[in-house]
């Protein structure tokens, strides 16, 4: 079933290949960016449905990229992409209001189902963050 339009944003060029060629078959359209001038760029003229950053991605001025994003966005659906799962990380980027946290290491298993959960208007975190605070949705 293809729904939505995703904008991915990922500095490793070789990652956002994979996800795209994960997700052909799942959304209507992707678009890939490498940097935050270019994610900013694609979200004024691209209207995604859902956008799937790296939370590495720079931000100036920002704690994470979740932070900016909603701050200058806050009505986008978010899905995180993060190597980290220490606790103070997943409670950092919930609490600016993101939609989904999925773990890089899990992204094969774990992107399809959370852009399907975020898109019918829930939250989703990846299952190896269960029992972290704030990973509670």
């Known amino acids: 079933m293809q729904q939505g339009r995703v904008l991915l944003a990922d ?4 990652l956002l290949g994979g996800i795209c060629r994960l997700l052909e078959n799942e959304v209507n359209t992707v678009l890939m960016v490498a940097d935050e001038g270019s994610l900013y760029d694609a979200l004024q003229n691209f209207n995604p449905d859902v956008v ?10 920002e704690t994470n990229i979740a932070w900016a994003l909603k701050r200058d966005f806050p009505e986008m659906k978010i899905i995180i992409l993060s190597l980290h ?25 774990d992107l399809i189902p959370a852009l399907r959960e975020v898109l019918q208007g829930r939250k989703y975190i990846s299952p190896d963050m269960s029992g972290v605070p704030g990973a509670d949705i």
């Not at 500095?11 to 070789?14: A, E, G, L, N, P």
């Not at 220490?86 to 946290?101: K, L, R, Y």
Request: proline letters at 5%; charged letters at 25%.
């Open 52 to 61: 799937v950053v790296d939370l590495a991605l720079p931000s100036a001025g």
């Open 11 to 14: 500095k490793h060029s070789t």
């Open 85 to 109: 799962d220490e606790p103070s990380v997943i409670d950092d980027t919930m609490a600016a209001g993101v939609e989904g946290f999925v773990l890089k290491r899990r992204t094969v298993i």
